[in-house]
Each structure stands twice: as structure tokens, then as C-alpha cells.
């Protein structure tokens, strides 16, 4: 059985971490680096770096502080936000990620995802879906940050994203997200059992039971939370020791 896999997420703003609620409202959380260096002697088995105002301010990505947290963490980096061409993708892996996540240019442009993952591999392109409930089982793709509605069905958008060469799936309920209310089971599961590429589920983790639940019913094959691991309330190892003592397979 494959292990799941518990990622934390650095939502970055001018430098420094940050965290909000349905993506308002953001507080500090410290410094990249230091952060992501704990994480990766705590037992994370990936990390999610999000520079999350790139692409409403409409720059690149900060390749420095992604630089200095490749240089000082030695387990998988995935790197998001502002990219929009095969440059920025080119320029990011060189600077030291080992996945690109892509999300509004995905939405606009979406030949960048089928011309990176054939020139990078699937393995290094995911493709982020910011979604919101709007009925019953149904849930709308959103891009800039989670403020632009763009009318497109999440499950639809998954299905594609795999056809056009995306080797894994970065979940986010905007709804839930910050909540610490439990992550969005319905969605993440519509989501799961459509495609057949690794689905990250985010947003909403509040105590290890929502991981749980996440990986359980929800199908995730990855759970990446924020808030829970940022202000020391559950360290990763102690939610790994959780998991596995609900029989959820998880690396040691």
C-alpha cells in the first residue's frame, strides 16, 4: 500500500510566512527558511512553498527565498505562484524546486500545462484548484488568489488538467480554508475518485482527526496543512504517530 504523504505549506508574503482565513485576513508566521527547515527535520515528507500575492501583483515568484529554502531542506519542493510561461517554470527548478504548481495561468493558458509536463515530465507539474461549494456536489474553479470566479465545474477541471499532462492535483477548498473546521470531504473525494493522478487535499486542518479523515473518506493521497503545524500546536511527527496508529500507511 502506497504511504500518504503529510506536506506543510508555506504561504509566502513579502519574504515572510503568513496565514488567513478563506485567504483574508492574513497574520505572520515566521521565516521561510527557518520554518522549512523544521518541518524537514520534523518529519515532513514534502513542502508546498506558495508565494501567494505573485500573481495579483503580477510579478514572478521570489526565486531567492526559494533558492534559500532549497539550499536548506532535502526533501521535495513544490513551488507556486506568478508563473505564467517555461521560463518562469525553467528559472524555478533552477533555482532549486522540484514541482512547479500552477494555477490562474493554468486556467488561461492551458498549453502551459501540457508544454511543461512534456518538456519537465508530469512528475514536476501540478496543477493547483482553488474550489468553492456553489450546490450540492458542485464546486467552481477559482483563480488570482482565490477572487475571481471563473465558472468552470472543479471536477470537469481536474479531469482535464490529467488529460493534459498534470502529474498531480493541489486541492484547496476556499471555503474551508483557515477554518481549522475539517477539511472539504465531498469535494476532495469528488475530486479523488475522478482522476487517476495523486490528489493533495488542503484547507481546513484543525487537529490530526481531519487529516484522518481527509485520507480516509476523502481518498487524498496527501494531506498539506498550515495553521496546525505553524504555531506548534501538532507537530508533523506527532500527526504521523496519529495516522499510523489509525492504520493510515505513512512513512516513518
Not at 198 to 203: E, L, R, T
Request: with cysteine.
Amino acid at each position: 500500500m502506497l504511504t500518504k504523504r503529510i506536506i506543510p505549506c508555506l504561504d509566502v508574503k513579502n519574504g515572510r510566512v503568513v496565514k488567513g482565513i478563506h485567504f483574508q485576513n492574513l497574520r505572520d508566521a515566521g521565516d521561510p527558511v527557518e520554518t522549512a527547515k523544521q518541518y524537514s527535520k520534523n518529519g515532513a515528507d514534502e513542502l508546498v512553498f506558495l508565494d501567494i500575492t505573485a500573481t495579483l501583483e503580477e510579478r514572478k515568484t521570489t526565486f531567492e527565498v526559494v533558492r534559500k529554502t532549497a539550499e536548506n531542506v532535502f526533501i521535495p519542493l513544490t513551488v507556486g505562484g506568478g508563473i505564467k510561461t517555461i521560463a518562469d517554470i525553467t528559472a524555478l527548478l533552477n533555482a532549486g524546486a522540484d514541482k512547479i504548481s500552477i494555477n490562474t495561468a493554468a486556467v488561461k493558458t492551458p498549453r502551459l500545462v501540457k508544454e511543461s509536463s512534456s518538456r519537465f515530465g508530469s512528475q514536476c507539474i501540478v496543477v493547483a484548484i482553488d474550489a468553492k461549494k456553489t450546490a450540492r456536489n458542485k464546486w467552481e474553479v477559482y483563480i488570482n488568489a482565490g477572487n475571481t470566479p471563473t465558472g468552470i465545474d472543479a471536477v470537469k477541471w481536474a479531469r482535464n488538467v490529467q488529460q493534459l499532462g498534470a502529474g498531480e492535483i493541489l486541492l484547496t477548498s476556499i471555503d474551508a480554508d483557515g477554518t481549522k473546521a475539517g477539511y472539504e470531504i465531498e469535494l476532495t473525494r469528488a475530486i479523488s475518485t475522478s482522476v487517476n493522478i495523486p490528489v493533495i487535499a488542503s484547507g481546513g486542518a484543525g487537529e490530526p482527526k481531519h487529516l484522518y479523515e481527509v485520507l480516509s473518506k476523502g481518498k487524498a493521497d496527501a494531506a498539506l496543512a498550515a495553521s496546525i503545524f505553524h504555531y506548534d500546536e501538532y507537530p508533523v511527527h506527532k500527526v504521523k504517530s496519529y495516522l499510523k496508529s489509525r492504520g493510515i500507511p505513512v512513512r516513518s
